[in-house]
C-alpha cells in the first residue's frame, strides 16, 4: 500500500509569483485536506476536498485555491506568493469524510 | 469553536524517565483528540485518538493519553522514555472523527528532549 506523496519535496519562489504543489493520496482514499505549518508552530487547516469539490475551507485567503481530480489526487495553488507564505505544505487524505487523516512528508516552500 | 492549548513549548527528561506532554482543550460540542508526532523530515504519525469511548487511549511506542472532561485536559504520558522518542508533539481536536469539514485543529507543539 502507497502512502500518502508530495511533490515537489522543495520549492524557492519569489513574491508575487505562482506556486501549484501536488499530493498523491493514499490508495483507496478518497478526502485530502491541505495544512500550512509555519517554523515552529502546528499546522493550520486550509482546506478540504472531496468527490472532486471543496469541502471546507479554514482561515486562508481566495489566492489559496485546490483542486481534486478523478483518481482523488490533489493540488495546491497559490498565486500573489507573499513572505509570509513560506511554510511546510501538508497533504492528509482519508478513507472517508471524518476518518483518520494520513500525512505526506510535505512541500517545503521558500518564498524570497 | 475549537482550540488547543499545549501547556509546554519545551520538555527534557532523561532516558527511562516518565514523559509527561500536557494539553488542554476547547471545544463546543464533544469533540475527538488526537496526539501526532513529528520527527525531523518525517510526516505526521498518528500516535492516538480519543473518539468517545474508553477515557483511557492506549497508543503505540507505550504511549497513552486520558481524557478528562472536567478539566478539559488531554495529557500524554509515557511510562519509560526511549531516545527515539524526540520528537515534535502535537495535540489536536477535531469535530469529527478524524477531521470533518472543519478540518483539524492542531496546538503549537511541544519538542521532547531527550537526555542520555
Known amino acids: 500500500e502507497t502512502g500518502v506523496t508530495q511533490s515537489p519535496t522543495h520549492l524557492i519562489k519569489t513574491r508575487g509569483q505562482q506556486v501549484t504543489l501536488r499530493c498523491s493520496s493514499q490508495?483507496?482514499?478518497?478526502?485530502v485536506s491541505w495544512y500550512q505549518q509555519a517554523l515552529g508552530q502546528g499546522p493550520q487547516f486550509i482546506f478540504q476536498?472531496?468527490?472532486?469539490?471543496?469541502?471546507g475551507r479554514g482561515n486562508f485567503p481566495p489566492r489559496f485555491s485546490g483542486l481534486q481530480f478523478p483518481n482523488y489526487s490533489s493540488e495546491l495553488n497559490v498565486n500573489a506568493l507573499e513572505l509570509d507564505d513560506s511554510a511546510l505544505y501538508l497533504c492528509a487524505s482519508s478513507q472517508l469524510l471524518g476518518n483518520e487523516q494520513f500525512f505526506g512528508p510535505g512541500t517545503r516552500l521558500t518564498v524570497l | 469553536a475549537q482550540s488547543v492549548t499545549q501547556l509546554d513549548s519545551h520538555v527534557s527528561v532523561s532516558e527511562g524517565t516518565p514523559v509527561l506532554l500536557r494539553c488542554n482543550y476547547s471545544s463546543s460540542y464533544s469533540p475527538s483528540l488526537f496526539w501526532y508526532v513529528q520527527h525531523p523530515n518525517k510526516g505526521l504519525q498518528l500516535l492516538l485518538k480519543y473518539t468517545s469511548a474508553a477515557t483511557l487511549v492506549k497508543g503505540i511506542n507505550g504511549f497513552e493519553a486520558e481524557f478528562k472532561k472536567s478539566e478539559t485536559s488531554f495529557h500524554l504520558t509515557k511510562p519509560s522514555a526511549h531516545m527515539s522518542d524526540a520528537a515534535e508533539y502535537f495535540c489536536v481536536v477535531s469535530l469529527g472523527s478524524g477531521g470533518g469539514a472543519d478540518g483539524l485543529t492542531f496546538g503549537k507543539g511541544t519538542h521532547l528532549i531527550i537526555q542520555p
Open positions: 476536498y472531496y468527490r472532486e469539490e471543496e469541502n
Open positions: 490508495s483507496g482514499h478518497n478526502t
